[in-house]
């Protein structure tokens, strides 16, 4: 199995990639607390290419995505400049999102879309995620480091979730 996770523009195909795995992934981890039905008008009416487009080619964001034999299976937005709440603006803060497939989801998978994650925000003081309570990647990023700080609501449909935060640079 060849893993890779890379740095992606806002293109056409980068966008369509990013799509194809925001649509599973919303509808795999809200199946249990939305309906379907909801689920499917929320897509269609939220998830906008153009909206995409724009928001990944701001210089303060960056898209990663990660490819398992070529076939794209997570991604993480990385977002600099983008504050938590209760965090001091004397911190520089950058909020993540770190999304895999389930049928994906793997040490080796969760690894590499870390790794690249990580080397690309080695510049700040924080890392942040709004994460669901019930994501099962939230495990993993407390093992490599974040702590909850704040309980919260995240997502498309306000469910529970907590903020997580990981100090890079003490100071």
Known sequence: MDIISKFTVGSEEGISDLIAIIDSSIYTIHKEFISEEDIKRYIQKEIDPRKMINDLNDLS????????????????????????????????????????????????????????????VSFTDIIWINMLDHDPLSQFLKEVGFIPVLSSKAGAFQLPSHILELEINKG
Do not use: H
């Open 61 to 120: 964001n960056q898209l990663i995505m990660t490819y398992v034999d070529q076939k794209p299976v997570g991604y993480s937005i990385i977002k600099s400049g983008s504050l938590p709440p209760g965090i001091s603006a004397e911190k520089r803060a950058t909020e993540i999102s770190f999304v895999i497939l389930s049928e994906f989801d793997s040490p080796e998978t969760r690894q590499s879309l870390w790794k690249k994650c990580r080397s690309a």
